[in-house]
């Protein structure tokens, strides 16, 4: 329409007009898609700035928690090599303080070993205090004369043990020797007859579990040593009745198992093996029942429709000759009766 409505001046022709109105609709668009491009430009530029700030500071804030956690670790190390030094002085000091006990510790024990040598010499007999330990009998009542009134007790100490006492103030025990004479080192060992007290989880265990609890009791009451037994209690209690009443009974017995056992179906989601054996032993027992009057009935049948045996023919035995009666001699009259 721009193009259309372009004034048409004298010397210029319509396609110069046309040209030049569309050179100038090409500015103007050239123009357009420039300030968009450059404000499009704007706002990309500000937020990669913005993307640039965070990753930097993201950066930043990095290298601080890898500096403090160095200097964190380099101080934790400072203080454990602090707390070694020093445990290891506290330590150097502990032992020089325990080797300086050991140390006057030995001095003391071989003090008191040289003192005991010392005070033993004075009652070991040899040839230089042989007159002194076995005076004779004049000096030796001088000498005990001397020690009872007291003129100098400090003096006359060796002099005034008598002859017998060089012998039996001695210790002959051989332990106690070796240990005088440096032969052995501790005293000999002494037979303790206290009972140690040992804390020995497992032996506690092992005799808890000999306890008898409350699921180790008996079941049942226990049989009296006098009293009657289970089948003697049955044949009391049950002893008089008929055939059908006891099977009347165990048809009762029976059915209250059965409850029993749909009752424990229901709340437990199975059978109590006890009721299961139980029902399973009584109906047994019935089957068995029920099986013997089947035959007795059968056999009586049998027996009616055989017919009556004759009168002067014995009763069956299995057992004897011919199977006609107890004895040989009595089947052989009967087959040759003329009946």
């Known amino acids: 329409k721009q193009q ?9 022709s319509p396609y110069f007009v046309e040209y030049q109105c569309w050179a100038r609709q090409m500015r103007e668009i050239r123009r357009i898609y420039r300030a968009q491009y450059l ?12 993307r640039e700030a965070e990753l930097r500071e993201a950066e930043r804030q990095e290298r601080r928690s890898r500096k403090e956690a160095h200097l964190q670790r380099i101080g934790e190390d400072m203080k454990r090599r602090a707390i070694l030094r020093d445990r290891k002085r506290i330590e150097s ?36 205090n042989l007159d002194e330990a076995f005076p004779a009998p004049g000096e030796a009542a001088a000498a005990s ?4 009134s007291g003129s100098s007790s400090s003096s006359t100490t060796a002099a005034s043990v008598p002859a017998s006492g060089v012998l039996l103030s001695r210790n002959v025990s051989i332990p106690y020797l070796l240990r005088q004479l440096g032969g052995a080192k501790e005293d000999p060992p002494q037979k ?4 140690p007290g040992v804390d020995n989880v497992h032996r506690e265990i ?6 008898h609890l409350a ?4 079941r049942f009451d226990p049989v009296h040593a ?23 009974l165990l048809d009762q017995k029976i059915a209250m198992l059965e409850r029993k056992q749909k009752l424990e179906e229901e709340k437990l989601g199975h059978a109590d093996n006890v009721t299961t054996r139980l029902l399973d032993e009584l109906t047994a027992v019935k089957a068995v029942v029920e099986e013997r009057r089947q035959q007795e009935e059968l056999k009586a049948k049998e027996r009616g429709s055989r017919g009556q045996d004759p009168e002067d023919l014995p009763p069956y035995v299995p057992g004897s000759t011919l199977g006609l009666g107890s004895s040989g001699k009595s089947a052989q009259a009967v087959l040759d009766s003329p009946a």
């Open 145 to 148: 004369t001397a020690s009872t």
């Open 215 to 218: 699921e180790d009791e008996e």
């Open 226 to 248: 006098q009293g009657a037994g289970p089948k003697q209690r049955a044949m009391q209690l049950y002893g008089g009745f008929s055939e059908d009443e006891k099977l009347a």
């Open 192 to 195: 303790t007859r206290r009972i």
């Open 206 to 211: 092992l005799q808890m579990s000999y306890d």
């Open 4 to 12: 259309l409505a372009a004034p048409l001046r004298p010397g210029l």
């Open 93 to 128: 000091k502990v032992n020089e303080a325990i080797e300086m006990a050991r140390r006057s510790k030995l001095k003391r024990t071989r003090l008191f070993w040289f003192r005991r040598m010392e005070t033993l010499s004075r009652l070991v007999v040899s040839a230089e």
């Open 39 to 50: 404000q499009k430009l704007a706002e990309v530029t500000e937020i990669e700035r913005h």
